[in-house]
């Protein structure tokens, strides 16, 4: 599913004009973004959380020059579902095998 697909189901839902809805939806992930970067998490009880997660230092190796490189400590913005979210996938989702 796609923003324009979310945008669409909502506007077909709600009665709502599309290009209002879609200003909604680009209001709402940018405040998340802008959040998440000046360092706070975001909840939303029932859905989840956009936590912010800190990956420790660590060593890679580049293969193609056969050398070691320092991977410096970053922050990464994670998704952690809320346990109702994650019930309802378990149950509601066939289990799809390739």
């Known amino acids: 599913m796609t923003k324009a697909d979310i ?4 506007s077909e839902k709600l009665g709502l004009e599309k290009g ?3 200003a909604t ?17 975001v909840y939303l009880r029932g859905f989840g959380s956009f936590i912010i997660k800190t990956r ?3 060593t ?3 293969i193609s020059k056969n ?3 320092k991977i410096p400590a ?5 998704f952690k579902p809320a346990k109702i ?3 309802g996938v378990k149950t509601n989702t066939e289990v799809k095998t390739n």
Not at 7 to 10: F, S
Not at 74 to 78: G, Y
Request: glycine share 4%; net charge negative.
């Open 7 to 10: 945008v669409a189901k909502i």
């Open 20 to 22: 209002d809805v879609q």
């Open 25 to 41: 939806v680009e209001s709402f992930m940018e405040e998340v973004k802008s959040s998440l970067e000046t360092g706070d998490n």
């Open 56 to 58: 420790a230092e660590k």
């Open 60 to 62: 890679g190796r580049n």
């Open 67 to 69: 050398t070691t490189i």
């Open 74 to 78: 970053h922050n990464i913005p994670a």
């Open 85 to 87: 979210f994650v019930d």
